[in-house]
């Protein structure tokens, strides 16, 4: 799936998936951070964004 | 194409004269010029109405489903199938939708369709017959007629098509014909790859942008047989149901990604879309990707359960953290 929004242009690092158990906090943490940092670090995004007006 | 009609008929006309099958699906002319419309015979004088050209391009597995299969229907029914028809025979018989014994393959070693827009842009005005004459197309307009070589009118699922053999069958309706093996089976893939994030998105939005949402690719799809689609559904409506264009990508998106692993490529989606949208450029990545990741081409084998639908220690894993 990630593949095929990077196919039709969404950037891969808005996309990510992971497997983390509910007794791994300190990897959800991890996980959430490094997420939040690769998509701030990508300028804000204007595809597949509906516009309502 | 002729001894194979004449073939087809003949079969056809057998099966139903013994009574082995209820009724034989297969392809009818239409009701203009390069375009053949499918046709469900039960009975032994209408086997004439049965056609087979380069314009028969829909996939009639979509016929053969469970959700089109008339409930309580006790016989068989026989099918006319292409290489990429009996693959998605084989999909149905792999999903659970029909059962093996359910069904007569007439199959047809398939020389390829042509692709009808291709052919109406050589053209002002509008075609008004079509016939062939082997490896030759002759089309004709009030204005002119033109004689075209198959080959270079192939719709481009064909060009590269692989299978061109069914590969189930209970009947062959003519000799096999010669596989083609390609160095690079997804050339079209790759050119999209090539361009740079924005560039492909840019040509997915072109691509879509005359979208009607008249969901024809979706019907003519014999993968898409769930009895209510995601974007039919109004609760909770998971698309808008209009023109905008997130919502006609969204569409697209969904659709080609609920074929990922399961598509034939038998260009039946973009046969039916009537404003010429080669929605295959979606579905496309997703084959290359499957044959690449898992080494998978949908509809080839009824003991194996498609890569999405199967769990292996091996399965690629490097997008998950």
């Known amino acids: 799936m990630g593949n095929l929004l990077e196919h039709m242009g969404i950037d891969r690092d808005r996309v990510h998936f992971s497997w983390i158990s509910s007794a791994e906090a300190t990897k959800f943490v991890d996980v959430v951070k490094e997420i939040s940092d690769r998509v701030k670090a990508l300028e804000p995004n204007k595809k597949f964004v509906k516009d309502y007006n | ?321």
């Open chain 2, 1 to 321: 194409m002729d001894t194979c009609i004449k073939k087809i008929r003949e079969l056809s006309a057998d099966l139903l004269e013994k009574g082995e099958v209820e009724k034989v699906i297969g392809f009818a002319e239409g009701t203009i010029p390069m375009a053949t419309s499918p046709i469900a015979i039960q009975s032994k004088k209408d086997v004439e109405k049965l056609v087979f050209n380069s314009t028969c391009g829909l996939n009639l597995a979509n016929y053969v489903s469970r959700a089109n299969y008339v409930a309580g229907e006790k016989g068989k029914i026989a099918i006319i199938a292409k290489g990429c028809d009996s693959r998605n025979i084989v999909t149905h018989i792999v999903e659970n939708q029909i059962q093996r014994d359910q069904i007569y393959i007439i199959g047809v070693p398939c020389s390829g369709m042509v692709d009808k827009h291709k052919i109406s842009r050589l053209f002002e005005d509008e075609v008004i017959d079509f016939s062939e004459d082997n490896d030759s197309l002759i089309v004709s307009s009030r204005l002119k007629t033109l004689t075209l070589k198959k080959q270079d009118y192939l719709r481009g699922n064909c060009l590269y098509c692989t299978h061109k053999n069914p590969v189930i069958h209970d009947v062959l309706a003519t000799d096999p014909v010669e596989e083609q093996s390609l160095e690079n089976p997804f050339p079209d893939v790759d050119l999209i790859e090539a361009l740079d994030l924005d560039a492909k998105w840019q040509y997915f939005e072109n691509l879509t942008k005359n979208c009607i949402r008249c969901y024809a690719c979706r019907n003519a799809c014999p993968l898409c047989y769930c009895p209510t689609c995601f974007v039919d559904e109004s609760s909770p409506q998971w698309v808008g149901k209009g023109q905008n264009k997130t919502d006609v990508n969204t569409f697209h998106f969904l659709r080609a990604f609920h074929c990922a692993g399961r598509c034939t490529d038998c260009g039946a989606c973009v046969e039916a879309c009537p404003m010429g949208i080669n929605v295959r450029d979606f579905t496309r990545k997703l084959n290359k990707d499957s044959l690449e990741l898992f080494g998978w081409e949908a509809g080839l084998d009824v003991t194996k359960r498609p890569p999405l639908d199967a769990y292996s220690p091996d399965d690629p894993d490097d997008f998950i953290k």
